[in-house]
């Protein structure tokens, strides 16, 4: 019983830093802002996430018992990422003047990036 | 065991907040900045868990969820700055 929880703990931990790693290296590591994006966003609340229930299990059976405040935490990460990413993509938008016309076809069909959106690179 | 994983999770996140520091700092636009700023409250905010977990404390969640709340607040701020050049309006 001991050492499954231990060997959860571990897992789980191991789990949340290396995604938390993850984001911030995406962060140095792609080119321009919008490929950037997306690396910190989804990585670092994955990784967050898996450190608060690790948090959670370990002072519910190494601490005071079962206290799951931590999952505040995890639910107000989770539903503010995604508003505060929407809000750096719209001020790099606003970064690059006017929205680009048919804007309903952004997502290329052919998977490429649009040069106006990529000639910023770092 | 679980205090060696604890703290090697702890140095993993620390080097990962150096890392979004260093975007922080050389960033070459604004919305960069405010991005590794953003990176960086997060991991601040699972750096003081893993904290409070080594110490057996749990004084630190208060202090995670004020991080939490605040940097989610001024992120949007940041943001609304770049967008408008202007905050209250």
Redesign the interface.
């Known amino acids: 019983m001991n050492y499954s929880l231990d060997l959860l703990l571990v897992i789980l931990l191991g789990f949340g830093s290396f995604f938390a790693f993850l984001g911030a290296f995406a962060l140095i590591k792609l080119s321009s802002f919008l490929r950037r994006l997306h690396g910190p966003t989804k990585a670092s609340t994955m990784g967050v996430g898996c450190i608060l229930v690790a948090s959670v299990i370990f002072h519910t059976f190494y601490g005071t018992g079962l206290h799951p405040r931590e999952l505040l935490i995890m639910v107000f990460l989770f539903l503010t990422a995604p508003v505060s990413a929407h809000m750096m993509s719209r001020a790099t938008l606003s970064l690059m003047g006017e929205l680009p016309p048919r804007a309903s076809r952004l997502p290329d069909p052919d998977g490429k990036v649009r040069e106006d959106v990529d000639n910023r690179n770092a | 065991?679980?205090q060696i994983?604890?703290l090697?999770?702890l140095s993993?996140?620390g080097?990962?907040?150096l890392?979004?520091l260093?975007?922080l700092l050389?960033?070459?636009?604004?919305?960069?900045r405010?991005?590794?700023l953003?990176?960086l409250y997060?991991?601040a905010?699972?750096q003081l868990?893993?904290f409070?977990?080594v110490l057996?404390s749990?004084i630190y969640?208060e202090v995670?969820?004020i991080i939490?709340?605040l940097g989610?607040f001024g992120?949007?701020v940041?943001?609304?700055y770049?967008?408008r050049r202007d905050i209250v309006e």
């Open positions: 065991m679980i994983a604890i090697l999770a993993v996140v080097v990962a907040m890392l979004s260093w975007r050389r960033g070459p636009t604004a919305p960069d405010i991005l590794a953003d990176t997060v991991n905010v699972a868990i893993l409070g977990m057996d749990e969640f995670a969820l939490a709340m989610f992120t949007v940041l943001s609304k770049v967008i």
